[in-house]
Nanobody
Framework: QVQLVESGGGLVQPGGSLRLSCTAS????????MGWYRQAPGKQRELVAS????????KYADSVMGRFTMMRDSAKNTAFLQMNSLEPEDTAVYYC???????????WGQGTQVTISS
């Protein structure tokens, strides 16, 4: 059974930082592209960042470039999203995604709320 368990969300003031974690089980972690998506109220889910199975390719949405850093630790089957200089516009539910690099395997976490407010 595949599980993606997210943690690290919360309420922080503008300019603050949070670190999200996504721990996977039931998959061959190195074969999956890991992604962080977010969905704000009334908006579509959007890709925030993704990292290839080897960690060699990392992509970011323009809106988070230079503020967010995605990384993965294959020894711990965990992907991370370090979020700095947070803005109210970053408020959303953040979802972890695991997508197999060659097959149709595609899994989602339950989501974690991130709220940026003073």
């Amino acid at each position: 059974q595949v599980q993606l368990v997210e943690s690290g969300g919360g309420l922080v003031q503008p300019g603050g930082s949070l670190r999200l974690s996504c721990t996977a089980s039931g998959i061959s972690f190195r074969l999956y592209v890991m992604g962080w998506y977010r969905q704000a109220p009334g908006k579509q889910r959007e890709l925030v960042a993704s990292i290839s199975g080897t960690g060699g390719t990392i992509k970011y949405a323009d809106s988070v470039m230079g503020r967010f850093t995605m990384m993965r630790d294959s020894a711990k089957n965990t992907a991370f999203l370090q979020m700095n200089s947070l803005e109210p516009e970053d408020t959303a539910v953040y979802y972890c995604n695991a997508k197999h690099e060659w097959t149709s395997g595609d899994y989602w976490g339950q989501g974690t709320q991130v709220t940026i407010s003073s």
